[in-house]
């Protein structure tokens, strides 16, 4: 599976945007950017998910770059709700059904 | 309903016991997971089921063992376990692969897990 890379951790103050990027430099042709969160003493969660086109949802959008070695997950109007931690994943349509989770970026939210 | 559900939710056992972790999903998916998250770390996956199928086995040792009765049921049991394998159990389900082709909605839903004490 390709690997992706995202900072340890993050800030952001309440009620304001947070962008969370994710570098994915050898992503292959087949391969969806998903993201996945977990809150605290709960189970992963899906977010959102894109192939070439930024996507948005009710949750989050995702912005995908142009040569798709680069993704940022954006929460528009972070609460306290949202402090998590956010793992972005690569999963080819044409593999398997496996979903392997990088080290994940920890997002705090400050009141 | 979307929901996954996983009992017990805490287990605390003795290394010479046998235990078994329960999951169950009724959205008619038709893949099945097992997850195991250690402390700080991310989920690492266990096993997959499809089609009530094992498809994928992580090379996990033997005292886990898998069980899938149906498509709506998904059993790890567990025996002689050592005091290592203490962390949080997760079950997933999703659609699953068809003819080689996974739908791109083939988000995975997850439970609350079982957190698995081992003395």
């Known amino acids: 599976d390709a690997k992706t890379t995202q900072p340890n951790s993050m800030e952001s103050n309440e009620e304001e945007p947070v962008h969370l990027p994710c570098n994915h430099s050898?992503?292959?042709?087949?391969?969806?950017i998903h993201w996945y969160r977990q809150l605290p003493s709960q189970g992963p969660e899906y977010v959102i998910h894109?192939?070439?086109s930024n996507v948005n949802n009710r949750m989050a959008s995702l912005a995908i770059a142009e040569d798709r070695k680069s993704s940022t997950l954006i929460l528009h109007r972070a609460t306290l709700r949202d402090a998590a931690v956010y793992y972005c994943?690569?999963?080819?349509?044409?593999?398997?059904?496996?979903?392997?989770f990088g080290t994940g970026t920890r997002l705090t939210i400050i009141p | 309903d979307t929901e996954v559900t996983q009992t017990p939710k805490h287990l605390v056992m003795g290394m010479t016991n046998k235990k078994s972790l329960k999951c169950e999903q009724h959205?008619?998916?038709?893949?099945m997971y097992w997850y195991k998250q250690k402390a700080k770390k991310p989920p690492e996956l266990m096993f997959v089921?499809?089609?009530?199928?094992?498809?994928i086995n992580e090379s996990v040792p033997s005292r886990f063992s898998p069980e899938c009765p149906n498509s709506s049921l998904l059993n790890l049991h567990l025996h002689a376990l050592q005091p290592e394998d203490s962390a949080l159990y997760l079950c997933?389900?999703?659609?699953?692969?068809?003819?080689?082709?996974?739908?791109?909605?083939?988000?995975?839903?997850f439970g609350p897990g079982t957190r698995l004490t081992v003395l």
């Open positions: 997933a389900s999703s659609q699953g692969v068809y003819r080689g082709q996974m739908s791109s909605y083939n988000e995975q839903f």
């Open positions: 050898t992503i292959s042709g087949t391969d969806y």
């Open positions: 894109g192939l070439t």
């Open positions: 994943i690569l999963r080819d349509n044409f593999g398997n059904e496996k979903l392997t």
């Open positions: 959205m008619g998916h038709r893949a």
């Open positions: 089921y499809s089609y009530e199928k094992l498809s």
